[in-house]
């Protein structure tokens, strides 16, 4: 895995039944993804495709944004391009952030009542374990699923990551949602993060 630890990105999921070289497929039809940066069995890096930016509109005064690899580069070498990652975890619903959810500086929301839950971080001991807890205003018992992170982190089995852009500069359009959809057959949420999910939640084969 290229070095992209502290790297700012918008981090595409979902759950989906479908196999990773479906998705690969798709998004390389697409032109969303282009040439091979590095592969291995956990995770797919890849150069920005020839549709990029259809795909993905950048708000405010254009960014100058590279994207070419630089010479030399090694699998594990800094990232300081734009480039796109996909990933693949053993489990439906797994958290991006989980085992670090303490990096959060976003309060979650409950999803039923939709209130903010302030004091989530005093419950971070038990975030990082098979947890559940009573949301302080409805009651109703949360578990992962049940808090929405407000475009700071998601969950699912299928990422897919574009990093070196920044927070909320880089915004997807419907349409791309729409063909996402249409690969998995499922729904897509949407983040930004500075963070990398932990290696070892990734698929290794
Ligand atoms: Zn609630």
């Keep these: 895995m290229l070095n992209t630890e502290t790297q700012y990105r918008l981090v595409f999921c979902t759950n989906s039944d479908i196999q990773l070289t479906t998705l690969l497929n798709g998004l390389n039809n697409l032109g969303f ?21 259809q ?26 391009f734009c480039f796109i990652r996909v990933l693949a975890t053993k489990e439906a619903n797994t958290s991006y952030h989980a085992q670090q959810l303490k990096n959060l500086t976003t309060l979650p929301r409950c999803e039923h009542c939709r209130k903010v839950i302030n004091d989530w971080s005093t419950r971070v001991p038990f975030l990082d374990e098979s947890w559940a807890f009573n949301c302080p205003s409805c009651d109703k018992v949360l578990t992962q699923a049940d ?30 949602l729409q063909q996402l959809e249409t690969i998995s057959s499922s729904l897509w949420q949407y983040f930004y993060t500075n963070s990398n999910i932990k290696k070892h939640l990734l698929d290794s084969q």
């Design 55 to 80: 795909s993905v509109t950048f708000m405010g005064c254009s960014p100058y944004i590279e994207f070419e690899p630089p010479p030399q580069l090694k699998p594990d070498g800094v990232a300081d």
């Design 33 to 53: 993804i282009g040439n091979t940066v590095f592969s291995s069995n956990a995770e797919q890096e890849y150069c920005a495709g020839d549709t990029f930016f």
């Design 147 to 176: 808090l929405d992170w407000r475009k700071a982190s998601g969950s699912g089995n299928l990422f897919i990551e574009v990093v070196n852009v920044y927070l909320q500069e880089a915004v997807p359009t419907d349409v791309f």
